[in-house]
């Protein structure tokens, strides 16, 4: 192919930075996936698996899946809501947390990596050039509702740390 399609490009982008991805992460035994969650959580816990699912664009059963593998790995817990009395909230663990720090400082450094080819500038364009596509996709699906950008809370910006379960009483599935 002299001049590849533009899709063909994105996807050959994707998959190798799916692969980078999943492999900067294997140290801290999480996929792409569990990383995706738990740093989704860095600004929004405590909240509920279905605004979950609903933020990343997948189903319910695939975020139970998440929810359900990084808790058996001890990195988040699942408590009943305070303010509403029939939701499950989902928050990390300090176990959790400190996973997540570390999965931060290893995609940072896969990113330096990956993006080294571009300068700043150029980088600084591509991200708004991504931005934009992905704004535009989104309103042709779903115009109705809100883009949300999502972007890595900055180390000053990160919500307070949440307090652990109030109680094992209220912790799901306790007995």
């Known amino acids: 192919m002299s001049n590849p399609r533009?899709?063909?490009?994105?996807?050959?982008?994707?998959?190798?930075?799916?692969?980078?991805?999943?492999?900067?992460?294997?140290?801290?035994?999480?996929?792409?996936?569990?990383?995706?969650?738990?740093?989704?959580?860095?600004?929004?816990?405590?909240?509920?698996?279905?605004?979950?699912?609903?933020?990343?664009?997948?189903?319910?059963?695939?975020?139970?899946?998440?929810?359900?593998?990084l808790e058996q790995k001890g990195l988040?817990?699942?408590?009943?809501?305070?303010?509403?009395?029939r939701?499950?909230?989902?928050?990390?663990?300090?176990?959790?947390?400190?996973?997540?720090?570390?999965?931060?400082?290893?995609?940072?450094?896969?990113?330096r990596d990956f993006f080294q080819p571009l300068t700043r500038a150029e980088l600084a364009a591509f991200r708004d050039m991504v931005r934009r596509l992905r704004i535009a996709q989104h309103e042709k699906v779903s115009p109705a509702e809100p883009v949300v950008a999502q972007a890595r809370p900055t180390r000053t910006s990160r919500a307070a740390v949440p307090a652990a379960c109030p109680s094992r009483r209220n912790v799901v599935g306790a007995r």
């Open 76 to 85: 988040l817990e699942r408590c009943v809501s305070p303010n509403h009395g």
């Open 6 to 69: 533009p899709f063909y490009q994105v996807l050959r982008l994707y998959s190798a930075v799916s692969a980078r991805l999943e492999s900067c992460l294997q140290a801290e035994g999480v996929t792409a996936g569990q990383y995706t969650v738990l740093s989704l959580l860095d600004g929004l816990e405590p909240t509920s698996s279905a605004e979950l699912a609903r933020r990343l664009g997948i189903t319910a059963q695939s975020m139970g899946q998440f929810v359900q593998a």
């Open 87 to 111: 939701r499950i909230d989902i928050r990390r663990t300090p176990a959790g947390r400190a996973v997540l720090a570390r999965c931060y400082a290893l995609v940072d450094a896969a990113e």
